[in-house]
């Protein structure tokens, strides 16, 4: 990386929103980015996780072009591929991409209005912070739409002051493979979604987002997700743990991030022990303490995971267990009190093991 003459000040870590634009840098390296989007409607005990992502932008590789992969109503599993990169469109600085399979002759892929999009774009998806739309078809013929606003809540990082980026400020340098950016831990979705020949219609239902970018691949790691929890609307919880390279070598690192009442409580290796124990499946134990704050974090599942792909040096491959509806219990004290701040529970969580080495219980070193 080379620093401008306006020396640090000019890097993007000064920008209001860390990580939200596309990082692709050209090249024919690997890369690939991928965005998360989950919508949870808490009425009918149900979710929609979206799966976004795109290998060697550049053409012309064996893991070239992108796909998107749906968990829908009792974790069913929907994926579509979009071959052709050139369909695919992205903002550098901000949140805003698309991909266009197919479209009316002589159309370049961009952000279009939604009116547009529709009478443009007979296939493909396209998303903002606060617009997401798309029609998908797979194979077999099943149809799978989608148009919704979001309205944010919280980043990541106090909702008034200038937001963080997930990983820390080294994640703007290229030693960290791959990014991880919490996106959005919590909005308010309004719209609809047709799945597979049924309609559902939503106001104000919790959305959570992030993406994953770089060369390198992480080869295991857990994660919990949740903001939708028993009479607490406004909290949302994130919590991981994985095996990450840094400069050629391996480093385990967790963190648990949570937002409630306006305050965002952050628990990462600079400023806090972070310690877990984790089953390759059903049972996720985490609990984190800095000098200000202690919290406990418990999921669990009786559920068969559904699998989904992830990327791999070898392409989208499925090497992950998932699920949108676990039981998850946190609980969050004043460390130096020992005041208990919340207590919360929640029977839509989502929780994942991926990638090798899942023998045995994962424990933290």
């Known amino acids: 990386m080379t620093l401008s003459s306006e020396g640090i000040f000019a ?21 690939f980015e991928g965005w998360y989007v989950r919508v949870t409607l808490p009425i009918c005990q149900q979710s929609f996780a979206f799966m976004y992502s795109l290998d060697d932008p550049g053409g012309g590789q064996p893991c070239s072009g992108g796909a998107v992969q749906i968990l829908g109503i009792d974790e069913q599993y929907f994926c579509r591929t979009l071959p052709d990169v050139s369909g695919f469109w992205a903002w550098k600085r901000t949140w805003g991409l698309g991909h266009w399979q197919r479209s009316r002759p002589g159309d370049c892929p961009r952000y279009l209005s939604p009116e547009e999009f529709s009478r443009t774009v007979t296939e493909g998806y396209q998303m903002t912070e606060r617009w997401h739309q798309g029609t998908l078809r797979s194979p077999t013929g099943e149809q799978v739409a989608w148009a919704f606003q979001v309205e ?34 919590h909005g308010a979705a309004t719209g609809w979604i047709e799945w597979l020949g049924e309609r559902y219609e ?18 295991k790691w857990f994660w919990i997700q949740c903001n939708a ?53 059903g049972d996720w134990q985490i609990s984190a303490v800095n000098d200000r704050w ?23 491959i499925f090497n992950c267990r998932d699920t949108t509806q676990g039981d998850l219990t946190v609980t969050l004290r004043d460390q130096s009190t020992g005041t208990q701040i919340l207590q919360a529970h929640s029977h839509l969580a989502g929780l994942e093991t991926g990638g090798d080495g899942w023998d045995e219980v994962w424990r933290s070193p």
Do not use: C
């Open 11 to 31: 890097l993007p870590w000064f920008q209001a929103m860390p990580h939200h634009g596309y990082h692709w840098q050209g090249g024919d390296r690997r890369f």
């Open 152 to 185: 944010p809540i919280y980043r990541w990082g106090n909702r008034h002051q200038r937001q963080q980026s997930t990983a820390g400020w080294l994640s703007f340098l290229p030693i960290f493979e791959p990014g991880w950016q919490v996106l959005m831990a």
């Open 202 to 219: 939503f106001t104000a239902a919790p959305l959570y987002a992030e993406k994953n970018w770089g060369g390198a691949f992480p080869d």
């Open 229 to 281: 929890f028993e009479g607490m609307p406004d909290l949302t919880l994130t919590a991981v743990g994985g095996r990450r390279k840094v400069l050629g070598w391996t480093e385990s690192v967790g963190l648990v991030g949570i937002h409630h009442a306006g305050q965002f409580y952050e628990f990462v290796p600079w400023n806090a022990q972070v310690q877990w124990a984790v089953s390759p499946w």
């Open 294 to 316: 202690r919290v406990e974090v418990r999921g669990k599942t009786k559920r068969s995971p559904a699998w989904v792909r992830v990327p791999t040096e070898r392409g989208l």
